[in-house]
C-alpha cells in the first residue's frame, strides 16, 4: 500500500485530488498538509511515505531550492511539484533539483493519476504538454544557472512568510541555539531543524544564522517596546 502526501494550501484542490487519486490508484494511503511544516511533521512521523506532493506556493515552502535540502534529509521518499505554472522553465527547473516529477493543476484527472503510478513505479514524469512545446520551439538553449536570491532586509512581510515552526527555529537561532539544541527544545528531528534554517535564511536572504540574528534584533529594536 502506497503512502502519499497531498501538500497545499486550498483545501477544495486537496479534496479534489484525493479523491481522483483513491478512485483511481486503489489501497493508497493519504495525508493532507496545508503547510511546509505539516509536510516536513508527517514525513518525521510517519514510517514511511512514499510520495509528497507539493504545490510550491504552500506557505513555507519559498523557492525550490528548499526542496534540495528536503530530497536530501528524506532520500527514500520520492517529490513531486504540483502548480498551475507550466512553463517549460518552471518544469526543468524543478527536475534539475532532483525532484521526481511535474504536475500540472490543468490536466486531467487520468493524467494526474498517471503521473503518480509513473512516479511510485521509480520513473521521472514531465507532462505531455512538456514534449509538445519542445517539439514546436525546435532546440532549446540550456537554463541560465540560478542566481543567488537578493539580500532582504528583514520586516514584517518577510518575517509573516514565515511559519510558526519557522519563526520558533528562527529565534532561537537568534539566541545562539544550535541546531542540536534547537532540535532537542522543539522536540524535532536534528534533520528537520536543518531544514527549517535553511528555509528561514532563504526568505530573509540571510548568508548565515549570525546575519540572521542581526536582522532579527535589528528590526525587533525598532518595532517592539
Known amino acids: 500500500m502506497y503512502r502519499i502526501v497531498i501538500a497545499d494550501d486550498h483545501g477544495l484542490y486537496r479534496r479534489g485530488l484525493r479523491l481522483a487519486l483513491t478512485a483511481g490508484i486503489p489501497g493508497i494511503e493519504i495525508f493532507d498538509a496545508a503547510c511546509f511544516d505539516a509536510v516536513i511533521a508527517l514525513l518525521e512521523e510517519q514510517a514511511s511515505i512514499d510520495l509528497a506532493i507539493l504545490d510550491l506556493n504552500m506557505p513555507g515552502l519559498f523557492d525550490q531550492g528548499i526542496l534540495g535540502d528536503v530530497l536530501s534529509a ?14 517549460r522553465a518552471e518544469i526543468l527547473k524543478a527536475l534539475s533539483i532532483g525532484l521526481h516529477g511535474y ?5 486531467r ?24 512545446t519542445s517539439a514546436r520551439s525546435g532546440s532549446h538553449p540550456p537554463l541560465p544557472p540560478e542566481e543567488s536570491p537578493p ?7 518577510n518575517l509573516s512568510r514565515l511559519t510558526l515552526r519557522q519563526t520558533q527555529v528562527l ?4 539566541d545562539g541555539y544550535s541546531n542540536k539544541e534547537i532540535a532537542r527544545n522543539l522536540r524535532i528531528a536534528e534533520a528537520t531543524t536543518k531544514i527549517h534554517a535553511a528555509a528561514v535564511l532563504r526568505e530573509l536572504g540571510a548568508r548565515n544564522r549570525t546575519e540572521a540574528a542581526v536582522l ?10
Request: net charge positive; charged share 25%; aromatic share 6%.
Open 216 to 225: 532579527l534584533r535589528g528590526w525587533l529594536s525598532k518595532n517592539v517596546g
Open 109 to 132: 484527472d487520468d493524467e494526474v493519476v498517471l503521473a503518480v503510478n509513473e512516479i511510485l513505479a521509480g520513473r521521472i514524469y514531465v507532462p505531455a504538454l512538456l514534449s509538445r
Open 151 to 157: 539580500r532582504r532586509h528583514v520586516g514584517p512581510a
Open 74 to 87: 528524506y532520500p527514500n521518499t520520492r517529490f513531486a511539484i504540483v502548480s498551475a505554472d507550466d512553463s
Open 171 to 174: 529565534k532561537l537561532m537568534a
Open 103 to 107: 504536475i500540472v493543476k490543468s490536466q
